[in-house]
């Protein structure tokens, strides 16, 4: 009988009846966390499709703040909420048989022209529209004055120059406005290309209040926070497992190299 020891670690790679790796508190909360971020990533999605409206503009009469092909997400909003500055998405059999995106640049009871130098005046005060293009930011053809009526809409595209908006119908009984009921949704963003949030349109902020953002970005953390917290957890298990089985192979080692003495 030999003075060495016979007593050995385990291999590496754990026995059949070896447990999850990690402490349990690791394991819980491993488990609170992947909870926790399937919550909040389906909560994200499901938030998201019950108040956003997907799109496709076709043409580049909202250029160069929305181009032909863009895809925008759009918050769905009554049209009592809308307001000056607004980019909506609507629908009036006068226009097309198909959503249209343009932007309200007056709302019922305002009046609209155009100034001197072909800019936008609302109430009698020039507007600035930081989003126009320089090529378009005096583009704006000369029209009669037109006072909104109540209840009514008054739109221009971003691309002034070939945009069939409210200019373009100001022939029609309602001299060209839309009425708010025709009205399905708020653009908050393009998505494709990743352009992001639309602009704040500052240059009404003087005639009234403006819209608040919608919840767009609070709901795309709610998705990557999700995201995270998902692989983080998932990533517990397997990385406790690895740092079990090096701390294992290190008193292999050293359980050899002992009994070689």
């Given at each position: 009988m030999t003075g060495r020891s016979t007593t050995r670690t385990a291999s590496w790679g754990g026995g059949a009846g070896r447990g999850p790796a990690g402490s349990r508190t690791g394991q819980r909360l491993s488990s609170l966390a992947v909870a926790l971020g399937?919550?909040?990533?389906?909560?994200?999605?499901?938030?998201?499709?019950?108040?956003?409206?997907?799109?496709?503009?076709?043409?580049?009469?909202?250029?160069?703040?929305?181009?032909?092909?863009?895809?925008?997400?759009?918050?769905?909003?009554?049209?009592?909420?809308?307001?000056?500055?607004?980019?909506?998405?609507?629908?009036?059999?006068?226009?097309?048989?198909?959503?249209?995106?343009?932007?309200?640049?007056?709302?019922?009871?305002?009046?609209?022209?155009?100034?001197?130098?072909?800019?936008?005046?609302?109430?009698?005060?020039?507007?600035?529209?930081?989003?126009?293009?320089?090529?378009?930011?005096?583009?704006?053809?000369a029209f009669p004055e037109v006072t909104v009526p109540k209840g009514r809409l008054f739109l221009l595209g971003d691309e002034r120059s070939g945009s069939l908006d409210s200019t373009s119908h100001l022939t029609d009984a309602a001299n060209g406005t839309v009425s708010r009921e025709a009205v399905e949704a708020r653009v908050d963003a393009v998505v494709w290309p990743m352009d992001g949030m639309l602009k704040t349109p500052t240059g009404f902020e003087e005639l009234g209040d403006l819209s608040a953002p919608g919840p767009l970005p609070t709901v795309v953390a709610m998705a990557i926070g999700g995201a995270v917290l998902i692989l983080g957890g998932a990533a517990y298990g397997p990385l406790a497992q690895w740092a079990d089985a090096s701390r294992a192979r290190r008193a292999d080692v050293e359980a050899r190299a002992g009994g070689a003495r």
């Open positions: 399937l919550a909040l990533f389906l909560g994200g999605f499901v938030w998201g499709a019950l108040v956003y409206l997907p799109y496709t503009v076709p043409t580049p009469s909202m250029a160069p703040t929305i181009g032909a092909g863009d895809r925008v997400l759009a918050q769905r909003v009554d049209g009592g909420d809308v307001r000056r500055g607004d980019v909506v998405v609507f629908e009036d059999a006068d226009w097309a048989d198909v959503p249209v995106v343009k932007r309200v640049v007056a709302v019922g009871g305002d009046t609209v022209s155009t100034g001197q130098d072909g800019t936008l005046k609302v109430n009698a005060t020039e507007i600035d529209e930081p989003y126009l293009s320089e090529d378009e930011a005096t583009g704006l053809g």
